[in-house]
């Protein structure tokens, strides 16, 4: 459980903590969320819940650079889809990055913006277009724990410093196309 989730967990801090030194007024909107809300004390499941900003920049990196690029499944029976027919028994993969990157639901969509998972937003778009855990039956086990644990580390990194990028950063990011998991083509240098 802990090991499955390790890669995926880590590889979206490290995502996210580059969209923030890129985003220095998300960074600080973050910062003053957490002084705000927690301040000094220890985090606690309840007051991670409370940051609210932190979620949605969280997800908005997910959107962009989901831990599973697609997700694969096997029939089990025969499943009609409009005009479609999916036989029992064929793999067929959910194109994850691509429903995260149609410009009809996700306007400019390789521009990273956390306001897209405001209440109002996520409210007014259909859930199945971000499937960064899967969705159903099916959806990570381990999203709850994965969620948390990233809170947590970049609340806690976050109270303690901030991030800049430098020369050497890549402006734009850009990802490996051909990889299941989000993987950058160059490294993700930041200033601490």
């Excluded at 599973?68 to 479609?84: F, N, P, S, T, V």
């Excluded at 778009?125 to 969620?147: E, H, K, S, V």
Aim: charge should be neutral; charged fraction near 25%; aromatic fraction near 10%.
């Amino acid at each position: 459980f802990f090991v499955a989730g390790f890669e995926t967990t880590s590889t979206t801090i490290a995502f996210l903590l580059y969209f923030l030194a890129t985003n220095e007024d998300a960074q600080a909107k973050i910062r003053e969320e957490i002084f705000k809300v927690v301040g000094e004390e220890v985090f606690t499941q309840e007051t991670l819940s409370k940051l609210t900003y932190l979620e949605q920049c969280i997800f908005e990196t997910m959107r962009l650079c989901p831990p599973i690029a697609r997700i694969d499944r096997q029939a089990k029976k025969d499943i009609k889809i409009g005009e479609l027919l999916l036989p029992k028994d064929i793999i067929f993969s959910v194109p994850v990055y691509t429903l995260h990157m149609l410009p009809e639901v996700w306007p400019e969509p390789d521009k990273w913006n956390p306001d897209r998972f405001s209440p109002e937003e996520k409210a007014a778009r259909d859930p199945m277009y971000y499937l960064p855990f899967g969705a159903g039956p099916r959806q990570c086990i381990g999203m709850r724990l994965a969620l948390l644990e990233i809170k947590m580390a970049i609340a806690d990194l976050l109270r303690k410093f901030r991030f800049l990028p430098t020369d050497e950063t890549p402006i734009p990011l850009k990802l490996k196309r051909d990889a299941i998991l989000s993987i950058s083509q160059k490294p993700m240098i930041l200033k601490v």
